[in-house]
Nanobody
C-alpha cells in the first residue's frame, strides 16, 4: 500500500523560507514522478512542482525562481525548498506520485499525502 507523509509545514513571515519533505513508502518509486500541489482556502488545488527519477523538474510560473524540488531516490523522499515566501503561498501543501507525467501535471493521482499547512504572514 502506497503511503505519502508530508512534513515541514508551519508559520513564517513574508520573505522567509520553509522546507517540506514527503516520505513515500509501499513500493519502489523509481518509475514515478513525484509532485507537489497546494490548495488555498476557497481555491482549487494547483500544481507547484514535479520531479522525475533523473531529476528533471517542472515548476509553476508562480513559484519559479523561489521554490526548488529535489528527490532522494534511495530514500524515496522528495523535498520542496521554499524561499522568498509570500502571503499568497499560504495553502495546504500535498505531495503526490504517479507514473504518468501528463496526468500528474493535471493533478491526477491515486496517491496523495495528507497535506501540511504553510502559512505566510505579511
Amino acid at each position: 500500500q502506497v503511503q505519502l507523509v508530508e512534513s515541514g509545514g508551519g508559520f513564517v513571515q513574508a520573505g522567509g523560507s520553509l522546507r517540506l519533505s514527503c516520505a513515500a513508502s509501499g513500493r519502489t518509486f523509481g518509475t514515478y514522478y513525484m509532485g507537489w500541489f497546494r490548495q488555498a482556502p476557497g481555491k482549487e488545488r494547483e500544481i507547484v512542482a514535479v520531479t522525475g527519477w533523473s531529476g528533471g523538474t517542472y515548476y509553476a510560473d508562480s513559484v519559479k525562481g523561489r521554490f526548488t524540488t529535489s528527490r532522494d531516490n534511495a530514500r524515496n523522499t522528495v523535498t520542496l525548498q521554499m524561499n522568498s515566501l509570500r502571503p499568497e503561498d499560504t495553502a495546504v501543501y500535498y505531495c503526490a506520485v504517479s507514473q504518468a507525467y501528463a496526468s500528474l501535471l493535471r493533478g491526477r493521482s491515486d496517491y496523495w499525502g495528507q497535506g501540511t499547512q504553510v502559512t505566510v504572514s505579511s
